[in-house]
């Protein structure tokens, strides 16, 4: 008798990896301005991090394209999980062993971020490929995670901070690496499951040659940039821009914006079906417009923070939300259109962290004025929607 394969053991591990995404995309940002501080490293510099971060998960997920079907998604997703593991490490080590600090730290965020952008490409279509009900709910349940993840590691970091204190942020690392280790175990053992048979699948040239896909593109850009131009910088925004503890900015800014996120990931993962999607992804790009203005133009702290944080709600179902319409327009676009899709969308992730470090830099180190210049991703992104819905009624 066949054994019934038990992907409740392959959520968990998928779980577990937006957690492990969550810990390699957040922890470096908690400790931007200790490296500024140790380490003597400018905004512009600090800005490189996450340039290099989403810039080679960009590159992973164009290789994803072309190599993941071929390798398989089981030796994939467990390479994720050791090279997270792997970077993590080495980013506790090579500040130290380097001649530029600076150097060993973006040698040490190429490799967890390799790791993270093989997470990004295979999680969801692995999920995708399971046999659950209610995809389109799942998926934002499934990205969820990453929320928790991310609250996980600003509280477990925060606690950590006040108890041991922020110089021995190193050991932290160490410990935050044994997640992806204990889960490459997990994804070794758990069921996986192909996504479509490769007769079935979109072929990328195809793919690329579908108008509406190139619309998922630019949603899934400034999906990215929304989201990470104020999470990478939340903390460092909360602490020197408004004055306030790195306790208090830590815990009122990126983790507020990561239990909002969360929480508004969830809900809408239990309603998906009541709720049309499409309309739901245009006000979130309003009220992420509204956010940023509040955190950049603000002059009282109180309502910059809330600004800070209800961005989370704000963001939290762009970028599930645009996998979940692009599946819904391209069935067929298998592992190619969830690689295409990652990439545009660490595109984004990588400009607008940069352009937001860059912009305050030129500002005098004024992180307003480039959160600012990033209320731009939002509003194209709304304007996108738009587009979408009207392209709907016309069909």
């Known amino acids: 008798m066949t054994e019934q394969k038990n992907y409740k053991r392959t959520l968990v591990a998928c779980y577990l990896g937006f957690v492990t995404q969550a810990i390699t995309a957040n922890f470096a940002p908690l400790l931007f301005l200790t490296f500024r501080n140790s380490y003597d490293i400018t905004l512009e510099k600090l800005a490189m991090i996450p340039l290099v971060f989403f810039f080679t998960q960009m590159i992973v997920d164009l290789a994803a394209t072309r190599y993941a079907d071929r390798i398989g998604y089981r030796r994939c997703v467990v390479a994720s999980q050791v090279l997270a593991a792997a970077g993590l490490v080495m980013l506790a080590a090579l500040p130290d062993i380097f001649s530029s600090s600076f150097a060993g730290i973006l040698v040490a965020v190429v490799f967890y971020a390799t790791g993270s952008g093989l997470i990004e490409v295979l999680i969801s279509p692995i999920v995708e490929a399971c046999p659950f009900e209610n ?128 929480t508004s990931r969830a809900l809408y993962g239990k309603f998906s079906g009541k709720l049309d999607l499409v309309k739901i992804m245009l006000a979130c790009g309003i009220m992420c417009v509204v956010c940023y203005l509040m955190a950049s133009l603000s002059t009282l702290p109180v309502v910059a923070l809330a600004g800070c944080a209800l961005c989370g709600m704000a963001v939290s179902i762009m970028w599930p939300g645009t996998i979940s319409i692009s599946v819904q327009n391209c069935p067929a676009g298998g592992t190619a259109m969830f690689a295409f899709l990652a990439m545009a969308g660490d595109t984004g992730a990588m400009i607008a962290p940069a352009m937001v470090g860059t912009i305050s830099e030129m500002a005098g180190g004024n992180l307003k004025a480039g959160l600012l210049a990033a209320t731009i991703f939002p509003v194209i992104l709304a304007a996108g929607l738009t587009v979408l819905m009207k392209m709907k009624k016309t069909d």
């Open 135 to 262: 995809k389109e709910g799942m998926m934002s349940l499934l990205h969820s995670f990453y929320c928790w993840g991310s609250m996980g590691v600003i509280l477990g970091s925060t606690l950590f901070f006040t108890v041991f204190g922020v110089e021995n942020w190193k050991i932290l690392a160490v410990i935050w690496a044994l997640i992806p280790l204990f889960n490459s175990f997990n994804f070794i053992n758990c069921p996986i499951e192909h996504l479509n048979g490769e007769s079935e699948n979109m072929a990328a040239g195809r793919l690329l040659k579908t108008p509406v896909f190139w619309l998922m593109i630019l949603l899934m850009v400034c999906a990215g940039a929304s989201e990470l131009a104020m999470a990478q910088w939340a903390s460092a925004f909360t602490e020197s821009a408004l004055g306030v503890s790195k306790i208090v900015g830590d815990l009122a800014g990126p983790c507020m914006f990561a239990v909002f996120m969360g």
